[in-house]
């Protein structure tokens, strides 16, 4: 690849993948060929280390702007309003989740951006669509503001990569679990948050119900799958902007189990709120057939590994006294 053509923009840089895209694409491309942006200024050493620019994705200008400065060929476009944030300002999600990414899809027609990545979410499926085993191809029925932009976005991806040649792509995530970024807002965030609250306090409130199972991916996986797919042959893709991936499916009381067995004393309470029905709209488990055939997808993590790192993890920065977790 030319040193152009690895000039990298990524929007929502701060955010829960992005905290952690950036720094992989910049140990792949360097430092300065990636560039972060966020509405919000970094608060992670990583992410300080190379570029970053302030940037609204709903002001076409400053888009553009960063765009011709850097001279940017590629694109992770990231910013978006989460599930749960979205069902308290749903003009908000539509606004940021909508007009953000047709802003990016077009300064990417316009100024010779070569490729684009936009990740889709279980939140496309609903209840109408069937929950075990969810298909690649399959009706999608979302019942949250979320949901509704990611299948509009999705439509809209593959129209430009149809009307434009455009490359656009991306995956339908499930939930996604980190030992970096705090929860955002999403409603698979309860696995995340119980991490933090059984390391520091021995004890979590779920706001679901323990039989509630939901598809899952821990971090490394989701880092792996956008950087394959983003290496993938064109040629080969059937799919575009909307490929099931994921790597596991368990219930919060089986996550509570996994969790026992590393802190036998962790006590779990169920408390159910507005995001169950949430989830229940969501599929149980993925099929990600589509993804390994078209372009070689394969997680590396189940539940258990899973587990064991984020404890890992956490307690390592526990003991260093770098703990931080505002819940």
Not at 17 to 42: C, H, M, N, Y
Not at 146 to 154: M, P, Q, S
Not at 157 to 167: Q, R, W
Not at 284 to 297: F, H, M, N, P, T
Request: overall charge negative.
């Amino acid at each position: 690849m030319t040193a152009e053509t690895e000039t990298i923009l990524v929007t929502g840089a701060a955010g829960q993948i992005g905290s952690e895209l950036v720094p992989a694409l910049r140990a792949i491309f360097g430092q300065e060929k990636v560039i972060a942006t966020d509405l919000v200024q970094p608060k992670t050493e990583n992410l300080r280390l190379g570029p970053f620019e302030q940037l609204d994705v709903t002001q076409r200008s400053q888009l553009e702007a960063i765009i011709k400065k850097y001279r940017i060929k590629k694109i992770y476009h990231l910013a978006a309003i989460l599930s749960a944030t979205g069902e308290n300002n749903p003009q908000k999600a539509w606004e940021v989740n909508i007009s953000g990414l047709f802003n990016i899809l077009e300064a990417a027609r316009q100024l010779d951006v070569k490729q684009v990545f936009c990740p889709s979410s279980i939140a496309v499926f609903g209840p109408l669509t069937p929950r075990v085993n969810t298909p690649q191809d399959t009706i999608l029925s979302p019942t949250t503001m979320y949901g509704v932009t990611k299948v509009a976005g999705e439509h809209l991806a593959d129209y430009y990569v149809k009307k434009f040649n455009l490359d656009v792509r991306g995956c339908r995530f499930p939930g996604i679990i980190s030992h970096e970024a705090l929860p955002g807002g999403g409603t698979t965030d309860y696995a995340v948050a119980i991490f933090y609250e059984a390391v520091i306090y021995k004890r979590y409130t779920c706001f679901l119900r323990p039989e509630t199972r939901l598809p899952m991916m821990y971090m490394p996986d989701c880092l792996k799958s956008i950087i394959n797919l983003m290496e993938a042959d064109f040629s080969r893709l059937k799919h575009h902007s909307n490929f099931n991936v994921t790597a596991m499916s368990f219930s919060a009381a089986e996550l509570a189990a996994e969790i026992k067995k590393h802190l036998p004393d962790f006590e779990i309470t169920y408390q159910p709120d507005f995001r169950q029905a949430i989830a229940d709209s969501w599929p149980e488990s993925i099929d990600d057939s589509a993804a390994r055939e078209e372009w070689g997808w394969q997680p590396d993590y189940d539940l258990t590994r899973m587990t064991s790192d984020m404890f890992r993890v956490l307690q390592e920065k526990k003991a260093r006294g770098n703990l931080f977790y505002p819940g």
